[in-house]
């Protein structure tokens, strides 16, 4: 009876040892003899003891921090980026068989494709197609990283600095390009009102009592504020009167 109990103990005390249990987030690769014999998990399982050896991995999004890079640009410009990566494990045997540590791998490749890829756009694209070269380098860092069982979900460019000499040069061109459009709106104006005053005085030329009417309103005007502003009024006779005496005068054409 001892002797049963004993081995009873023994063979207890061995599978309680092999006894493993793997959240709902993780996935354990399991080596027997150190070679590859599958994935467990989730849940309970078991490996053998002395035997089986296994390596959990994480399969929840992981977010890094890329470091702020500072590389030149297309047209020749210094600048520092620093960016946003988030990833996650879809084939953790693969994330554990072909690359020694997928993490570091990961963020390495990140950051030089993050560097190449600012090198092959201008200072102004770099600041307005943000979302073009996201997609572009989660595509460039996710092909990169399949054979690893890593998928690239999103990289985002966090910020971008440029420098202080660079910035005072947009500022002025940003005013200078604020100015131009003043200016033509300024012109468009004054062409717009000088029609409208064109189409007006056709109109009153034709008509004597609207000249007239004018004029009253125009001293309205004046009357409006307090200043000492002496204001002669020639009647529109005299104006027609001078104009036809003036032709009048006027000696005829030679045939």
């Not at 068989?97 to 570091?104: E, G, L, P, S």
């Not at 600095?161 to 003043?182: D, L, N």
């Not at 005007?221 to 009048?248: K, Y």
Request: proline content about 4%.
């Amino acid at each position: 009876m001892s002797d049963f109990l004993i081995t009873f103990s023994i063979i207890a005390v061995f599978l309680l040892l092999g006894l493993r249990i793997a959240q709902e987030y993780e996935r354990a690769i399991v080596f027997r003899l150190g070679r590859f014999i599958g994935v467990r998990g989730p849940g309970l399982y078991w490996i053998i003891p002395f035997i089986d050896r296994q390596q959990t991995i994480d399969m929840r999004t992981k977010t890094v921090d890329l470091e702020q890079q500072e590389t030149i640009t297309k047209d020749s410009v210094t600048i520092k980026v620093n960016a946003v990566l988030w990833f996650r494990v879809v084939n953790p045997a693969d994330a554990v068989i072909k690359v020694a540590n997928f993490n570091q791998a990961v963020y390495q490749l990140s950051v030089t494709a993050l560097r190449n890829i600012i090198g092959q756009h201008q200072l102004d694209e770099v600041l307005k197609s943000r979302e073009q070269i996201n997609r572009t380098l989660q595509q460039l860092v996710d092909q990169a990283t399949e054979p690893w069982g890593v998928k690239i979900e999103m990289v985002e460019i966090k910020d971008v600095e440029i420098p202080g000499s660079m910035q005072r040069a947009m500022a002025r061109e940003a005013e200078a390009i604020r100015e131009k459009r003043a200016r033509l709106i300024k012109a468009e104006a004054e062409l717009e009102a000088s029609e409208k005053l064109t189409q007006g005085a056709r109109q009153m030329e034709g008509s004597p009592m609207a000249l007239e009417l004018r004029r009253m309103q125009m001293l309205s005007e004046i009357g409006i504020d307090n200043n000492t502003t002496t204001v002669v009024l020639v009647p529109s006779d005299f104006t027609n009167a001078a104009r036809a005496f003036s032709q009048m005068a006027s000696p005829p054409a030679a045939q």
